[in-house]
């Protein structure tokens, strides 16, 4: 593939350009393919998400709904960019790119229709990404192409892969839920961005399998599986707290981090119709509780807020925990 694209890059005006349609159900293969695209000569410049199926009451299974479009020119620079530079311009375009999608969608009308779903938000942000790394002939002087050919072991993960792994991980760390503040983000493992992450898509009618896979290799996840409660290929969701009950608790991952303790102090109000019990809980086993109180409230009544069928019971008592921790006194 590299050298069919290096011909057609060889053979091309340099204003010309290259349409590839990409469809895929792996988002580690976008990796492979930029990478092949990169050493190709070739620098991606815009990338745009189409829908290609619909939901079908006929249809079953985890099929593709979607197809990537990029659009690609000659790279005439044959430069070399280091690591932390490339990062901070990653981070600066990233930035710039969600903000100018932020502002179509405020200016969209008064009756708040949006242009972009959480699934264009994390395709624009790693087009930006690509849009920068590929802008460069070698990273740290390490030549694309050879490092696309080298022999690997399976499971193996080239210096350049993980380049842009890094790239990407940038660009998810701004893509931050409606309703929760930046520095609560960015305070949080992963594990926990994911699952916020995921009630905010839920929140929004998302519930393909796809997107679950796609948000847990954005951020990282090994096994984002675990979080869900159903795995079904276009009827997905995740664990909520009456699901999760007291599984977990304290176990690596998702199990220690401070989103698993409000759930679990969600499901205690549940069943004992107070929130006496969730705060001692919270108190006894959050870390640094006193700093981290706003937090908590913060985030359970991000949770309070989602809206889904079936979850009344759950927001309420997310509710009330909110407001028995902001009320919490020594």
């Not at 000569?41 to 593709?64: M, S």
């Not at 979607?66 to 790279?75: A, C, D, E, N, S």
């Not at 108190?283 to 700093?291: A, G, S």
Request: charged share 25%; hydrophobic share 45%.
């Amino acid at each position: 593939m590299i050298d069919a694209y290096r011909a057609m890059t060889k053979h091309m005006p340099d204003n010309g350009m290259q349409i590839v349609m990409f469809t895929h159900q792996d988002a580690a293969v976008w990796a492979d393919l930029a990478m092949i695209l990169w050493a190709a000569g070739l620098r991606v410049t815009a990338a745009w998400c189409i829908v290609t199926e619909v939901e079908k009451v006929v249809t079953t299974g985890n099929y593709v709904q979607g197809t990537v479009v990029l659009v690609l020119r000659k790279r005439l620079d044959a430069r070399n960019g280091w690591a932390e530079d490339v990062l901070a311009e990653v981070e600066d375009e990233v930035i710039s790119q969600i903000r100018g999608m932020h502002a179509l969608d405020e200016a969209a009308g008064e009756d708040g229709t949006k242009h972009f779903a959480d699934a264009d938000l994390q395709l624009a942000a790693y087009a930006a990404a690509l849009r920068v790394v590929t802008s460069y002939g070698t990273i740290e002087g390490r030549d694309v192409g050879a490092e696309v050919l080298r022999e690997r072991t399976r499971g193996e993960k080239t210096e350049i892969q993980a380049f842009i792994e890094r790239a990407v991980g940038i660009a998810n760390n701004y893509l931050v839920p409606e309703g929760l503040s930046k520095s609560t983000w960015e305070s949080l493992p992963r594990e926990a961005r994911f699952y916020l992450k995921m009630v905010e898509v839920e929140s929004r009618g998302g519930k393909q399998l796809s997107a679950y896979a796609e948000f847990g290799r954005a951020f990282g996840l090994d096994d984002h599986r675990r979080l869900l409660a159903s795995g079904d290929a276009n009827d997905a969701r995740l664990k909520w707290a009456a699901d999760f009950r007291g599984r977990d608790l304290g176990e690596s991952g998702f199990g220690t981090t401070l989103v698993r303790h409000i759930l679990f102090g969600i499901h205690a109000v549940m069943t004992e119709e107070n929130a006496r019990r969730a705060v001692a809980y919270l108190r006894q086993e959050v870390p640094d509780y006193w700093k981290r109180r706003q937090a908590i409230v913060e985030i359970a009544r991000f949770l309070a807020n989602r809206k889904a069928a079936g979850k009344d019971s759950e927001c309420a008592a997310a509710e009330v925990l909110a407001g028995a921790v902001a009320i919490d006194r020594v």
